[in-house]
């Protein structure tokens, strides 16, 4: 039973445009919610989170929307960079621990 | 702060050998977790420690077992290795706050069963 869902498994933008990664949940007891990114053969490192008492959090480039009644998230790249090119997973905490997503690898084209 | 450490990095077994992955945190976080990431998959949640001497299982703890005598170290006992335990293993580390979530994530040990 997946509780976090990242149901694009990859997304290609162009340098400069927004970039957008959708996650979905399922439990309605997960009250915060981060996004990680990960390059390869590195850990995932922290890069915005959001409580479930708020539907929006920025951080420079970074945005994440959180809509409550439709359990579903967002993470907004603005304006999206080579570098930013890696794997971005979404997660949910509940219960001291984090469920993850699949991931969804983004591709920044030059 | 060397944050959170892990070694080996690479790894290959034998089916029915067994190995310790160690895991160290130097910035005295009460919490750490360990998880197995598998292709294409997300990261799925082994074994975790509210602190030392506390630990609990997590989604997929068959085939390991885990120990916390310390606050900085949290290994990871393979014992009887099977070929469905070839993955990437990381380890986390959280400070606990209530409100803080984020968890602090090793390079990953990527072990291969044969």
């Known amino acids: 039973d997946q509780q976090v869902k990242q149901n694009s498994p990859s997304l290609s933008v162009q340098e400069g445009r927004i970039s957008i990664l959708n996650c979905d949940y399922t439990?309605?007891?997960?009250?915060?919610f981060l996004w990680y990114k990960k390059y390869p053969a590195e850990g995932p490192t922290f890069l915005i989170s959001?409580?479930?008492?708020?539907d929006k959090n920025e951080d420079g480039r970074f945005t994440v929307f959180l809509n409550k009644s439709a359990k579903h998230l967002s993470l907004h790249i603005v304006p999206s960079q080579p570098g930013d090119s890696a794997v971005y997973f979404c997660?949910?905490?509940?219960?001291?621990?984090?469920?993850f997503g699949t991931g969804t690898r983004l591709t920044i084209i030059p | 702060n060397a944050g959170v450490t892990q070694t080996p990095k690479f790894r290959i077994l034998k089916i029915g050998q067994s190995m310790t992955l160690q895991c160290t945190q130097d910035m005295n976080h009460n919490y750490m977790y360990w998880y197995r990431q598998d292709p294409g998959m997300g990261l799925k949640l082994i074994y975790y420690?509210?602190?030392?001497?506390?630990?609990d299982k997590g989604e997929v703890p068959n085939g390991y077992n885990v120990s916390r005598s310390t606050t900085e170290d949290f290994p990871l006992r393979l014992e009887l290795a099977a070929p469905s335990q070839t993955s990437v293993y990381f380890c986390?580390?959280?400070?606990?706050?209530?409100?803080?979530?984020?968890?602090?994530f090793g390079p990953g040990t990527r072990l291969t069963v044969l």
């Open positions: 997660a949910a905490a509940g219960n001291e621990k984090l469920t």
């Open positions: 420690s509210v602190g030392a001497g506390i630990t």
């Open positions: 959001i409580s479930s008492i708020k």
């Open positions: 439990n309605s007891m997960f009250d915060y």
């Open positions: 986390a580390s959280r400070r606990g706050l209530s409100f803080r979530f984020e968890q602090f």
